[in-house]
T-cell receptor
Framework: DAKTTQPPSMDCAEGRAANLPCNHS???????VYWYRQIHSQGPQYIIH???NNETNEMASLIITEDRKSSTLILPHATLRDTAVYYC?????????????FGEGTQLTVNP | SAVISQKPSRDICQRGTSLTIQCQVD?????MFWYRQQPGQSLTLIAT?????????ESGFVIDKFPISRPNLTFSTLTVSNMSPEDSSIYLC????????????FGSGTRLTVV
């Protein structure tokens, strides 16, 4: 299983861009990078995913390096409601189907 | 995306008893999973709930402790058996709508406290 490495915590000023890094140096060619976040006491929320091209949706942008060994989640204009634990996950294909394996994530705190 | 109803949302149980948690989805899904999140920790996959067959358990989790049922494509239950205080956690149901694509949707979780 490809493991991911994220900083345990980050701070960001409200209104500024939040850039959350993730290393996944052992990722396989057919594995996707997923990002989720978990706001306190809620279930994880899907943000975005990608294989090798950069992706953007209404929530965030995902930048994946050309060698696919790392990626960055970008929240372009962070708000206080973006304070959460952000998980970078590489999807594992197993005999029981593809499942998500969570690491420790990054606690993002958006400050006023 | 799917809407997941997970019940109960929270419960306080006596040690030695069992609790069954329900996960109901508003649309047919291909994959259903159960996770545990112990206090202050990340999510750990317990098992994959397979429709019409026995669940597939991850290392460290056994059917006798966490029996799972999935009688159809929209419903699953997880039972936490013979509970001890160490079972105090948030238990979450997760589903995949289309195999091999898109995101996984999570329920809001069941906060279990064992006393």
């Amino acid at each position: 299983d490809a493991k991911t490495t994220q900083p345990p915590s980050m701070d960001c000023a409200e209104g500024r861009a939040a850039n959350l890094p993730c290393n996944h140096s052992t990722i396989s060619g057919n594995e996707y990078v997923y990002w989720y976040r978990q706001i306190h006491s809620q279930g994880p929320q899907y943000i975005i995913h990608g294989l090798k091209n950069n992706e953007t949706n209404e929530m965030a942008s995902l930048i994946i390096t050309e060698d696919r060994k790392s990626s960055t989640l970008i929240l372009p204009h962070a708000t206080l409601r973006d304070t959460a634990v952000y998980y970078c996950i590489v999807r594992v294909a197993g005999t029981s189907g593809s499942r998500l394996t969570f690491g420790e994530g990054t606690q993002l705190t958006v400050n006023p | 995306s799917a809407v997941i109803s997970q019940k109960p949302s929270r419960d306080i149980c006596q040690r030695g008893t069992s609790l069954t948690i329900q996960c109901q989805v508003d649309s047919q899904v291909t994959m259903m999973f159960w996770y545990r999140q112990q206090p202050g920790q990340s999510l750990t996959l317990i098992a994959t709930a397979n429709q019409g067959s026995e669940a597939t358990y991850e290392s460290g989790f056994v059917i006798d402790k966490f029996p799972i049922s999935r009688p159809n494509l929209t419903f699953s239950t997880l039972t936490v058996s013979n509970m001890s205080p160490e079972d105090s956690s948030i238990y979450l149901c997760s589903v995949v709508l289309v195999k091999g694509a898109g995101g996984y949707t999570f329920g809001s979780g069941t906060r279990l406290t064992v006393v």
